[in-house]
């Protein structure tokens, strides 16, 4: 982060969550607070009206904007609840390793991509035309991209432990076959999942299971990898699979340690963003310092000598 400033994202490391994914979390939570409060105050949720995707306005009235703006809006506490528990229990791991530029654009771009094949598939009369809210087409794209980036990640579908390739597969069929009953956006979630592919086909030259590489971004650093048979893991070298669970947890403690070292060195530079005592002991720490996050980054805290996460803790406490 430059200057001093803080974006509402930022606040989302306290909790392990990266930026693009807390800053949706809040718009989300926020749009469905407005829809309350307005439908308390007047009987009426024009936020609704106004956002809600339906192909008689987007397309034959020219509305383009529910395209996108649909993809904020839920039905219901519980519509809202499940999708926003996906985007963090999935977009969470993609975004610390994709970055949060690439992650917001493929977020965006599958919520867009459900309201399109929407659109054509009502265009073409094989299905009616009906309002449609919710940010499953996203989720869905998001559940594609982490399936295949870790096929072997175990994620329970219905209280059924499967492997994340497994439940890509599932969901995908649900979708194409309309499980669940005509109350249920299926074209937005199988949209979101075809145009999560293209994308991630289109920015990984064809290997969509790497992190896709922006025009004018770099790739995700860390250790974003197709897992072979051995499975889910994060190993620093020693091949033992992990649970998702404890993933998530060695994930979050490497976002709040790397934070709070973000902190601490600002804090350590002067003005103009110089470090104080040209070539001082000071300078050197920071170097030192510097030089271990880039080794958490790549090999994660597992992979700290006792001296050097000595050097961690103490830095961490320096005000």
Same mark, same amino acid.
């Given at each position: 982060?430059?200057?001093?400033?803080?974006?509402?994202?930022?606040?989302?490391?306290?909790?392990?969550?990266?930026?693009?994914?807390?800053?949706?979390?809040?718009?989300?939570?926020?749009?469905?607070?407005?829809?309350?409060?307005?439908?308390?105050?007047?009987?009426?949720?024009?936020?609704?009206?106004?956002?809600?995707?339906?192909?008689?306005?987007?397309?034959?009235?020219?509305?383009?904007?529910?395209?996108?703006?649909?993809?904020?809006?839920?039905?219901?506490?519980?519509?809202?609840?499940?999708?926003?528990?996906?985007?963090?229990?999935?977009?969470?791991?993609?975004?610390?390793?994709?970055?949060?530029?690439?992650?917001?654009?493929?977020?965006?771009?599958? !919520?867009?991509?459900? %309201? #399109?094949?929407?659109? +054509?598939?009502?265009?073409? =009369?094989? $299905? *009616?035309?009906?309002?449609?809210? &919710?940010?499953?087409?996203?989720?869905?794209?998001?559940?594609?991209?982490?399936?295949?980036?870790?096929?072997?990640?175990?994620?329970?579908?219905?209280?059924?432990?499967?492997?994340?390739?497994?439940?890509?597969?599932?969901?995908?069929?649900?979708?194409?076959?309309?499980?669940?009953?005509?109350?249920?956006?299926?074209?937005?979630?199988?949209?979101?999942?075809?145009?999560?592919?293209?994308?991630?086909?289109?920015?990984?030259?064809?290997?969509?299971?790497?992190?896709?590489?922006?025009?004018?971004?770099?790739?995700?650093? !860390?250790?974003?990898? %197709? #897992?072979?048979?051995? +499975?889910?893991?994060?190993? =620093?070298? $020693? *091949?033992?699979?992990?649970?998702? &669970?404890?993933?998530?947890?060695?994930?979050?403690?490497?976002?709040?340690?790397?934070?709070?070292?973000?902190?601490?060195?600002?804090?350590?530079?002067?003005?103009?963003?110089?470090?104080?005592?040209?070539?001082?002991?000071?300078?050197?720490?920071?170097?030192?310092?510097?030089?271990?996050?880039?080794?958490?980054?790549?090999?994660?805290?597992?992979?700290?000598?006792?001296?050097?996460?000595?050097?961690?803790?103490?830095?961490?406490?320096?005000?």
């Amino acid at each position: 982060m430059t200057g001093t400033g803080r974006g509402i994202g930022d606040y989302g490391a306290r909790f392990g969550i990266g930026p693009a994914v807390f800053t949706l979390l809040i718009i989300n939570g926020g749009v469905f607070v407005l829809q309350y409060l307005l439908q308390a105050a007047g009987g009426r949720d024009y936020v609704f009206e106004l956002g809600a995707y339906a192909t008689s306005h987007a397309v034959y009235k020219l509305q383009f904007w529910r395209f996108f703006s649909y993809m904020f809006l839920h039905g219901g506490i519980g519509h809202l609840f499940f999708n926003m528990l996906g985007l963090w229990l999935f977009g969470s791991r993609l975004e610390a390793i994709w970055g949060s530029r690439t992650f917001t654009w493929y977020y965006l771009t599958c !919520g867009v991509g459900g %309201s #399109v094949l929407t659109a +054509g598939i009502t265009l073409i =009369g094989l $299905q *009616g035309d009906a309002p449609m809210v &919710g940010a499953s087409g996203a989720v869905f794209g998001i559940l594609l991209a982490f399936g295949l980036a870790f096929p072997d990640a175990v994620i329970f579908v219905f209280f059924i432990p499967m492997k994340a390739r497994i439940a890509v597969v599932v969901f995908g069929l649900m979708a194409l076959l309309g499980v669940g009953g005509t109350h249920i956006a299926h074209m937005a979630h199988l949209g979101g999942m075809v145009t999560g592919f293209l994308f991630l086909w289109l920015f990984t030259a064809g290997h969509p299971s790497q992190p896709p590489r922006l025009p004018g971004g770099k790739r995700g650093r !860390g250790a974003f990898r %197709s #897992v072979s048979s051995t +499975g889910y893991s994060q190993t =620093g070298g $020693q *091949g033992r699979s992990i649970s998702l &669970g404890e993933y998530l947890r060695r994930s979050f403690h490497r976002w709040r340690t790397r934070m709070r070292l973000t902190v601490v060195d600002s804090k350590r530079r002067g003005p103009g963003g110089s470090r104080p005592g040209n070539g001082s002991t000071g300078g050197r720490k920071g170097t030192r310092v510097d030089e271990i996050l880039e080794k958490i980054s790549k090999e994660g805290l597992q992979s700290l000598t006792p001296e050097e996460q000595d050097i961690l803790r103490r830095a961490s406490r320096k005000q």
